[in-house]
Structure formats: C-alpha cells, structure tokens
Nanobody, 126 residues
Framework: EVQLVESGGGSVQPGGSLRLSCAAT????????MGWFRQAPGKEREGVAT???????SYADSVKGRFTISRDNAKKTLYLQMNSLKPEDTAMYYC????????????????????WGKGTLVTISS
C-alpha cells in the first residue's frame, strides 16, 4: 500500500522561498504519477504541479516560473521548490499519487488521484 507523508511547510514572508517534501512508501512508487495540490480556506482544491513517472511535468498557470516539481526515485521522495511566494499561495498543500494517469491528466483531476497525504500548511504573510 502506498503511503505519503508531507513535510516542509511553514510561515514565510512574501518573496521568500520554501521547499516541500513528500516521502512515499511502495516498491513501485517510481512508476506512479505524483503531484502537489492545495486548498485555501473557502476555495476549491486545485492542482499545483504534477510529474510523470518519466519526469514530464505540468503546472498551474498561477505558479509557472515560480515553482518547480521534482522527484528522487532512489529516495522515494517528491519535492516542490517554491520561490517568489505570494500571499495567495497560502494554503494546505497535499501530496498525491496515481498509478495510471499522466501529469497533464492529473493536474486537473484531483478526484481521480488514488493516494493522498495528510497535508502540510504553507502561510505567506508579512
């Protein structure tokens, strides 16, 4: 069974940087599409960034040029490097994984993702 545990959330000032990590279990996790999703209070959950088993990526328009998703299959870990953070980036960030979808499919189909972590809170304020 795949289990996901996020870490790295915290409070930073606008313009700052933060790196989130997601530690995964599972022998075949390297074959899964993985991604980061977020949900702010009063708003719908949205896809932030996703990555294929082969390394291809997809990003929400709101984070392009600022965020970078990557994975280290040897460490079974997913990362999200967040730069130039804005107050509107404040949200609970969740790590998710799916065996069969591509990154493009997963980005806007959060409900189809099979496995989820419990989330890590990111707060951007001055």
């Amino acid at each position: 069974e795949v289990q996901l545990v996020e870490s790295g959330g915290g409070s930073v000032q606008p313009g700052g940087s933060l790196r989130l990590s997601c530690a995964a279990t599972g022998y075949t996790i390297s074959r899964y599409c993985m991604g980061w999703f977020r949900q702010a209070p009063g708003k719908e959950r949205e896809g932030v960034a996703t990555i294929n088993s082969g390394g291809g990526t997809s990003y929400a328009d709101s984070v392009k040029g600022r965020f970078t998703i990557s994975r280290d299959n040897a460490k079974k870990t997913l990362y999200l490097q967040m730069n130039s953070l804005k107050p509107e980036d404040t949200a609970m960030y969740y790590c998710a994984a799916d065996r069969w979808m591509t990154s493009a499919q997963a980005l806007n189909n959060a409900d189809a993702m099979d496995y989820w972590g419990k989330g890590t809170l990111v707060t951007i304020s001055s």
